[in-house]
Nanobody, 111 residues
Framework: QVQLVESGGGLVQPGGSLRLSCAASGSFFSIVAMGWYRQAPGKERELAASITSGGKANYADSVKGRFTISRDNAKKTVYLQMNSLKPEDTAVYYC?????WGQGTQVTVSS
């Protein structure tokens, strides 16, 4: 059974950085695209960044230039490096891929 487990969320001040990790189980990680979504209170879930099996990344305009998605197929892990964080980045961040979602990790940007 495929599972995704996120980690790395927390409380950070504006301008700070966090790195989220998503560890996957399952045999097909290396051949599927993966994505990081986020859902702020009272808002719909939105795609923040995605990465193809070949490593091509795509970003929402709101995070472009500040966030970097990457993957390590040997470790079956996808990362989201978040720099220059803003209060509006506060959300629960979810990893998605292989038809499943992770449980989410809270990111709070506040002084």
């Amino acid at each position: 059974q495929v599972q995704l487990v996120e980690s790395g969320g927390g409380l950070v001040q504006p301008g700070g950085s966090l790195r989220l990790s998503c560890a996957a189980s399952g045999s097909f990680f290396s051949i599927v695209a993966m994505g990081w979504y986020r859902q702020a209170p009272g808002k719909e879930r939105e795609l923040a960044a995605s990465i193809t099996s070949g490593g091509k990344a795509n970003y929402a305009d709101s995070v472009k230039g500040r966030f970097t998605i990457s993957r390590d197929n040997a470790k079956k892990t996808v990362y989201l490096q978040m720099n220059s964080l803003k209060p509006e980045d506060t959300a629960v961040y979810y990893c998605q891929g292989m038809g499943v979602w992770g449980q989410g990790t809270q990111v709070t940007v506040s002084s």
